[in-house]
């Protein structure tokens, strides 16, 4: 009923920028929060960024100063601003969406940050 999509990922060499969008659309009243994780290689998925109502943000301690998360409330969208890329920022990133207290998962999508 709730479909999660994400783009933008690629390659990127390191310092630059990327970045991804994800759109939710479906059976949808409200979003509570939008964030984005991201799983590398042998590592855990790890929350980056998250944005809840009223624009409220948080961010892992490894992207702080780097990333920037924002929402589109009217087109159920919300991106993540990926500058001053590192090697180490390499991962599928994944949006994950809460609606009504339910969680909904994109299909991920790679940024490989190298040279």
């Known amino acids: 009923q709730v479909q999660v999509v994400e783009s933008g990922g690629g390659l990127v060499q390191p310092g630059g920028s990327v970045r991804l969008s994800c759109t939710a659309s479906?059976?949808?009243?409200?979003?509570?929060?939008m964030g984005w994780y991201r799983q590398a290689p042998g590592k855990q998925r790890e929350l980056v960024a998250i944005?809840?109502?009223?624009?409220?943000?948080n961010y892992a301690d490894s992207v702080k100063g780097r990333f920037t998360i924002s929402r589109d409330n009217a087109k159920n969208t919300v991106y993540l601003q990926m500058n001053s890329l590192k090697p180490e920022d390499t991962a599928v990133y994944y949006c994950?969406?809460?609606?009504?207290?339910?969680?909904?998962w994109g299909q991920g999508t790679q940024v490989t940050a190298s040279s």
């Open positions: 944005i809840i109502t009223g624009d409220s943000t």
């Open positions: 479906g059976s949808i009243f409200s979003i509570d929060a």
């Open positions: 994950n969406v809460r609606i009504w207290g339910r969680e909904y």
